[in-house]
């Protein structure tokens, strides 16, 4: 399995950006799948993550401004991101909740004006 991520950019604060993650084969359909996210010099943090397609979770700094989702038709899950602060800038990954294959090569998401 190896994860494919885009839709990343540069916006402007309080800004929108859809992500989007798929299988590079578009084979892997696995029924929980979380956004993570890294900053230079942290550690990756889990931003969002989706079981079945139904139930979500977030971590407490997206709550309410990031949605994950899930197109079932062609197993490719999606990170919504509205009101983006500049403490969002960050590469953004998709795995597993607990990363349980390589991490893809991600998509930048800087937010600045």
């Known amino acids: 399995v190896q994860f494919v991520e885009w839709g990343g950019g540069l916006v402007q604060p309080g800004g929108s950006l859809k992500l989007s993650c798929a299988d590079s084969e578009r084979i892997f359909n696995g029924a929980a799948m979380a956004w993570h996210r890294q900053v230079p010099g942290k550690e990756r943090e889990q931003v969002a993550g989706i079981l079945n397609g139904v139930t979500t979770n977030y971590a407490d700094f997206v709550l309410g401004r990031f949605t994950i989702s899930k197109d079932k038709n062609n197993n490719t899950w999606y990170l919504q991101m509205d009101n983006l602060k500049p403490e969002d800038t960050a590469v953004y990954y998709c795995?597993?909740?607990?990363?349980?294959?390589?991490w893809g090569q991600g998509t930048q998401v800087t937010v600045s004006s």
């Open positions: 795995n597993t909740p607990y990363p349980m294959y390589p």
